[in-house]
């Protein structure tokens, strides 16, 4: 018997087809949600979205397990912040320089992780992000410290900004699709599942774990500066290791290797880290058991399981 | 001519010697085995001449150029590719995609390597396969998936390193048929196996190794039946016994 046809180019499709599908629903929210608060928390779902994409691009789909998505979002933030506040560059050009900087930056962790795989790539990545979060916490006279520091904003309108994060969403989306349906998208997997076979056909390995790391801190950067403009305000809490454990949670619960899968767990885990609020500290406690019983029970998440019942019916 | 040649190719592990002033040539459009004892040394010298070893001292040239040290993706990149003892798919892709990427990372087209993939599926009997993921392959499919890999842009030498270990004599012979017609059309291979009945049916030439070292090498028939090569793989041959030859003549493909 012949399995049904079922090549990458197929599946990406499929993926970023009901990825849009969610996007598309996402517009139509503002319709039916009105009140301020209520569109705020899905506007930081869409925030922690673009970053749980951001590293399910270096680790889901190029297996390099980087524990420091938060710090990038902070790094992206202050950048902007910094820039704006000493030099009045304007939000115009702060944001893409956020974008710049924790490439950059990216670009000089994916060099200092280079042969590091598994749990000493991790434990590196985590010592950078809390490096950098306490190097920004105690640099009072430049960063104002734990105060944090004041960012311009786009707009004052939150519908605005709901669709300002909305369409960076989407384009993060096309530009990932882009990136994951050609050549540089197919080698990342071969990393991801067999350096050495991968160097052994001609794939330059260090070359496309670099590339990932500096596409996946520049996603990250980018949610970092905007989320700073819509909050007017960055701090060193943006890069608390809680926020990682929050993005690891997102795609591992939503579904690594997968677009929809990490925009589908950060939407539901954020939403549900909001209403778990009412019961107490018990956030972590829930999505650390959750993310031991995916990793366990259902590796390729709520979307593996939502993309196998939804093929199962179409064929 | 000499399409790789390799110059008293030495490396050391701990203090031992596990490549000791290796040389020998690969002509063009030969299969050349390369044979030996377990612990020989082969596989290091298949990993020294594909990129995933530097030698302490030594040199490697694949025809003019001196390729000594270069990376495996160099390497490959070259037309020097290498088939893994254990094999080496990308697990989480389906069999027709590591094709796809594999043509990819050869620098052929997406349009083009869809159309060579799609015939060696064909050729190599992969067709009711070809859409599972490669980590639900059987060990003989994977590396007939790993044939596939190496020859989706022909190589400039392939070098296999037991590639008919632990598999079905079936696929056994469709991997044999696919180095004949390889090697019929131009193709280069450096054949490292345990395999004597394949390795006297596909070689004209081979190299023996023992402890690092190169005991014999040239025409294949001489080399097993060489005293040193036999004393290698079975031992000390009692004094006045006739010197029997390791080459057996129950080619699988005589079998049944």
Known sequence: MTARRQLWSDRLRFDMGAALAICAALALVPLFVSGPYALGIILVSIYFAIIALGWNLLAGYTGQFSL?????????????????????????LGIPAAIVSAALFGWVLGKLVLNLSGPYLSLTTLAFAEIARVVIGNSHEFTRGDQGMH????????????YIFLGTLVAVLVLLYGLLRGRLGRFMMAVRDDPVGASSRGIDVVRIKMIAFCVSCALCGLAGSLYGTFSQLVSPELGLLQQTGLVLSMVVIGGMSSLTGALLGALLVYLSSEWLRGFGDVQIIVFALLVILFARYLPGGLWGLAARLLQRGRA | ??????????????????????????????????????????????????????????????????????????????????????????????????????????????????????????????????????????????????????????????????PFAAVHPVMREVMAAFIRKRHA????????????????????????????????????????????????????????????????????????
């Open chain 2, 185 to 256: 059309q131009g193709s280069t291979f450096l054949l490292v196996s345990h395999d004597m009945p394949i390795i006297v049916d596909l070689c004209q030439r081979a190299v023996c190794m023992n402890a690092g070292k190169v005991i014999a090498a040239g025409d294949i028939h001489a080399v097993l039946k060489d005293h040193e090569v036999i004393e290698a793989y079975l031992g000390e041959t009692p004094d006045g016994d006739a010197v029997p030859s390791l080459e057996l003549t129950d080619s699988p493909r005589e079998q049944p």
């Open chain 1, 151 to 162: 960012v311009a904003t786009l707009t004052q309108s939150r519908i605005g900004y709901y």
């Open chain 1, 68 to 92: 420091a998505p938060a710090a990038f979002a902070m790094i992206g933030g202050y950048t902007t912040a910094l820039l704006g506040h000493y030099l009045h560059v304007p939000l115009a």
């Open chain 2, 1 to 162: 001519m000499s399409l790789l040649s390799v110059h008293n190719l030495t490396v050391h592990f701990g203090g031992v010697a596990a490549v000791d002033d290796v040389s020998f040539d690969l002509r063009a459009g030969e299969i050349l085995g390369l044979i030996g004892p377990n612990g020989s040394g082969k596989t290091t010298v298949l990993n020294l001449l594909s990129g995933f070893l530097a030698p302490r001292s030594g040199r490697v040239r694949m025809g003019d150029d001196d390729i000594t040290g270069l990376s495996a993706n160099r390497l490959a990149q070259r037309g020097a590719l290498r088939m893994f003892q254990m094999t080496r798919v990308f697990s989480r892709m389906s069999a027709f995609d590591n094709l796809l990427t594999a043509g990819l990372a050869r620098g052929v087209s997406e349009r083009e390597s869809q159309r060579r993939a799609e015939a060696l599926v064909d050729e190599l009997t992969l067709g009711p396969v070809q859409f599972l993921d490669a980590g639900q392959l059987s060990g003989g499919q994977r590396k007939l998936l790993e044939f596939g890999m190496c020859f989706i842009e022909p190589p400039r030498v392939a070098m296999l390193d037991e």
